[in-house]
């Protein structure tokens, strides 16, 4: 049986986030990489300038005809723009018991809407029940959560906020929360709350992080990884990776995969 990873998410043609550094990634990690495809930008290193969705129907069709025949260990969800698009997601995945990834990709770092505004709630209402581990970063985990984060307590309130809509597993990511030279995960798990803390590497404005992150926890998953094995062993991955970051165009640093 092989090991199949599949990722459902935007294009970035520059090749450092979305669909593209997904399939990098697990290649890297040495699954067989699988991509269904839910939308295109238009962007290089600078910025996301454009997005278009594809028409309605395309991503169940895509789905539908992969699931009739692999046996998919592991998916993600990325860039997801259109609310139609997480109906079509949930159709397929409700009675699946391949195992769901949802990195919840709402905005881009330059500014660019990547789920548009009613895509939220039904990420909750639909999306999250199904959901084995969900990657918020602390932007995401408040909009999601309702909450304000500015203290270990707000990440924790947050954390019980976005396990009560039926996610399994929340990682709230602490790459953005101030915690001097460290960067600290939060890991709600069953009834606990594990934190995982990293050396924090000081190189701002690095491209496809989210992305990085959770197509390495959905390869991990593939190899048949438990859950909380499969975050940390990602983790160590990007800590590892997010140091060979590489300026290949004028803008952000890029994972060099
Ligand atoms: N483009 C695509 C297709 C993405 O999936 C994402 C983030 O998930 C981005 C762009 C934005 O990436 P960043 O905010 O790291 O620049």
Redesign the pocket.
């Known amino acids: 049986m092989e090991n199949i990873a599949l990722t459902i998410?935007?294009?970035?043609p520059s090749g450092?986030?979305?669909?593209q550094v997904d399939l990098k990634v697990f290649k890297e990690i040495g699954v067989f990489g699988m991509g269904v495809l839910t939308?295109l930008?238009v962007?290089n290193s600078k910025?996301?300038y454009q997005t278009y969705p594809l028409e309605k129907g395309a991503v169940f069709n895509q789905l539908q005809v992969l699931f009739d025949d692999f046996d998919i260990k592991a998916a993600k969800t990325?860039?997801l723009l259109k609310e139609y698009v997480i109906e079509e997601i949930y159709e397929v995945f409700k009675d699946k018991y391949t195992m769901l990834v949802v990195?919840p990709?709402l905005?881009?770092?330059?500014g660019?809407v990547?789920l548009e505004k009613q895509g939220i709630k039904l990420l909750k209402e639909k999306l999250f029940p199904i959901t084995d581990i969900l990657t918020p970063n602390i932007y995401e985990a408040e909009i999601l959560s309702g909450l304000k984060i500015y203290t270990e307590k707000d990440i924790k309130k947050a954390g019980e906020i976005l396990k009560s809509f039926g996610v399994k597993v929340v990682v709230i990511k602490g790459g953005h929360f101030k915690s001097g030279n460290k960067v600290i995960d939060y890991i709600f798990f069953d009834k606990s709350f594990i934190p995982i803390e990293y050396p924090r590497i000081n190189i701002n404005d690095?491209?496809?992080?989210?992305?990085v992150l959770s197509s390495a926890i959905t390869a991990y998953l593939a190899l048949g990884y438990d859950f909380l094995k499969a975050i940390e062993t990602a983790r160590a991955f990007f800590q590892h990776k997010i140091q060979l970051v590489k300026m290949f165009g004028k803008g952000?640093f890029y994972f060099s995969l």
Do not use: E, R
Request: proline fraction near 0%; charged fraction near 10%.
């Open positions: 998410a935007g294009s970035d450092g986030a979305g669909l939308s930008t962007q910025g996301v990325g860039m990195d990709v905005v881009s770092s330059s660019k990547l690095v491209h496809g992080t989210g992305c952000s």
